[in-house]
């Protein structure tokens, strides 16, 4: 990874030219065709589960009622739709061991 830091998607289009051979524009053209089909896909209200990894859960929230913890004051919380990340228990074990 550049930095050591963030995988970028740079870094994963690197990486699949490196391992599989592929050239460096068809391995980004890879990396950025399978974040748009996981976008679309959430986007129309999916969930995105990679077997492994973990599933991109979507979540409707109701609208309620919320506080600024400034002044105290309530203010109304629209209803939204967020976008929660479960990891597999592959991934958490792999995670927990660093």
């Known amino acids: 990874?550049?930095?050591?830091e963030t995988l970028t998607r740079a870094d994963l289009a690197?990486?699949?030219h490196e391992k599989i051979g592929l050239s460096r524009a068809e391995s980004s053209r890879i990396i950025e065709r399978l974040i748009d089909l996981m976008c679309d896909?959430?986007?129309k209200g999916e969930n995105?589960?990679?077997s492994g990894f973990g599933t991109f859960v979507l979540r409707d929230k109701t609208a309620r009622v919320g506080r600024n913890p400034k002044t105290g004051v309530e203010v109304p919380i629209s209803p939204r739709r967020v976008l929660t990340f479960r990891p597999s228990q592959i991934m958490r074990d792999h995670v927990a061991r660093g």
Do not use: F, Q, Y
């Open 41 to 43: 896909a959430l986007a």
């Open 1 to 4: 990874m550049a930095g050591g």
């Open 48 to 50: 995105v589960k990679v």
């Open 14 to 16: 690197e990486t699949l």
